[in-house]
């Protein structure tokens, strides 16, 4: 009975999601259609006298491979391919989209061995995509970038962007969005095989087409996959896959969020951990981002899940407060958890996606690196490390367990993008950090965990610089991050900043 219940509920909610992914889009008067050209006309003044915005230009075409010109020796053990995906269409002919997150996701493919660095990108051939590439220009309302004309949005695959990470699966890549469903990828061509069916050979069926799948899955060390997806209407599906990508268990969580958007999460080798940040959305407004706001008096929730039954156990309160992305947790002998989030005192960097699509630069106050420890007695405690915070990532080994090295970008000198990647312990604070430079807009650095053992192997990222209009790829010894690249190999050009990436080895 509980089994039936449950595909019922998720069957209703796929129903849900479909018939009403996103705000109306209805009724937009001559005024707000035009907001799109002033986007545009707006960003492209400010390019004119702000070079800073180079990695927010956007690109109209897959750039074909090519080798990169190398600066120092690529380390010998150093063999693979790191993958990052981000939006790199923001503009089709006088008009530009209101917000970072709605670009079109073009996956980024750079592979080292002993004779270089190759690089390829293409754009992933959503059904949006090829309708807007062979027409030339925007044909669907997204999420903060309303059209008058806007064709039919049946639900929120309609304009998936699959513009956020990239997940390899069972010899897939799988681009990931915020709202809907994964899209395959060929790892080696980057070619388009298609979305990505959950329930295909399972019990659930076709139940859970339509369904957010987030951008954040967690993998743990055996290959098990773990991932979210929240809904419009508050409720969080929760996922659980085999290493082969198999839907092996899903569920609702009825949680009454309001917030409308979560992004992250986290494991331990017990429990999920769903963090439900201080906001609310007004769904009274035309927007989706834009309708999100910070509520200062709300308590961020911890909701405890057991990973067996994907049922709630127990939730904390902590302090207001909002983030992105968190990077590991873990949890002893005694049943106290630990984790650690870039921490923000409100959203104002949310918003701040915003201006810079229009050519402004603000200046929202900046994450800071937070461990949050949750005792069995429901008391907590958090501590805040010095630094600017952003992109953490751990050693894939030690996901859901006790780690000691957390790796994040940071901000010494620029105000408009990070420009430092460094290295936490987490255990004395201790920081090694490099720093490019405010000439540098720095994207996330992973780790490529090459013996399997915390502090050594490698981090890799890329960086934009300025001046030249250029993006590098760099290489660091990951115990000796302050020394600077060890490696470092540059296209002929730029491309647009992004988000999210992943490294498979060779």
Not at 86 to 104: K, N, S, V, W
Request: proline share 4%; glycine share 8%; aromatic share 10%.
């Amino acid at each position: 009975m509980e089994r039936r219940e449950a595909l019922k509920n998720i069957f209703n909610l796929s129903i849900a999601a479909a018939v009403a992914p996103l705000p109306s889009f209805a009724n937009l008067s001559l005024g707000e259609g035009d907001l799109l050209k002033q986007n545009a006309q707006s960003f492209n003044k400010a390019l004119l006298t702000n070079p800073d915005l180079q990695g927010f230009v956007g690109l109209k075409q897959n750039i074909p491979q090519q080798t990169l010109t190398i600066e120092g020796k690529i380390p010998a053990d150093f063999k693979g391919t790191f993958y990052r995906n981000g939006p790199a269409i923001h503009q089709r002919r006088e008009q530009r989209y209101t917000h970072l997150f709605e670009g079109d996701g073009m996956v980024q493919q750079f592979s080292f061995s002993k004779q270089g660095v190759t690089h390829q990108a293409k754009f992933i051939n959503t059904d949006k995509f090829v309708q807007e590439q062979q027409a030339g220009k925007f044909l669907f309302s997204g999420p903060d970038s309303k059209l008058k004309h806007s064709l039919s949005i049946t639900g929120p695959d309609s304009i998936n962007a699959a513009n956020i990470n990239v997940l390899p699966v069972n010899g897939e890549l799988w681009a990931l969005w915020e709202a809907g469903s994964a899209t395959a990828l060929d790892p080696n061509t980057l070619n388009t095989k298609g979305l990505v069916d959950l329930g295909k050979n399972t019990k659930y069926g076709s139940s859970l087409k339509g369904l957010a799948f987030s951008a954040h899955p967690k993998v743990d060390p055996d290959g098990t996959i773990w991932n979210f997806g929240s809904t419009t209407t508050g409720d969080i599906v929760l996922y659980h896959l085999n290493k082969q990508g198999i839907t092996q268990k899903v569920n609702i969580l009825k949680t009454n969020y309001r917030g409308g958007m979560l992004h992250d999460f986290l494991v331990t080798h017990k429990h999920l951990l769903i963090i439900l940040p201080s906001i609310i959305q007004d769904k009274t407004k035309n927007t989706y981002f834009g309708a999100i706001s910070f509520a200062k008096k709300l308590p961020m929730r911890v909701l405890v899940v057991d990973k067996e039954t994907l049922t709630l156990k127990r939730e904390f309160n902590l302090d207001a407060g909002f983030a992105f992305h968190f990077g590991n947790a873990w949890e002893d002998q005694q049943g106290t958890i630990r984790f650690d989030a870039s921490l923000y005192p409100n959203l104002d960097n949310l918003h701040y996606m915003s201006d810079v699509m229009q050519g402004r630069v603000s200046h929202p106050e900046q994450a800071k690196t937070t461990l949050f420890t949750l005792y069995k007695n429901g008391q907590t405690k958090k501590d805040t490390l010095p630094g600017v915070s952003e992109f953490p990532r751990i050693y894939n080994h030690l996901t859901g367990l006790k780690n000691d090295t957390l790796v994040t970008l940071s901000s010494v000198e620029s105000d408009v993008w990070s420009d430092s990647v460094r290295v936490i312990n987490t255990n004395t604070g201790k920081q090694d950090i490099f720093t490019y430079g405010k000439e540098y807009l720095v994207e996330e650095h992973i780790v490529v965990d090459t013996s399997q053992k915390e502090g050594n192997g490698y981090l890799v990222g890329t960086a934009l610089h300025v001046p030249s209009k250029r993006t590098c790829v760099n290489i660091f010894k990951a115990s000796r991050v302050s020394e600077g690249p060890a490696c470092r190999a540059w296209l002929p050009h730029s491309i647009p900043l992004g988000f999210h990436g992943n490294f498979m080895t060779t």
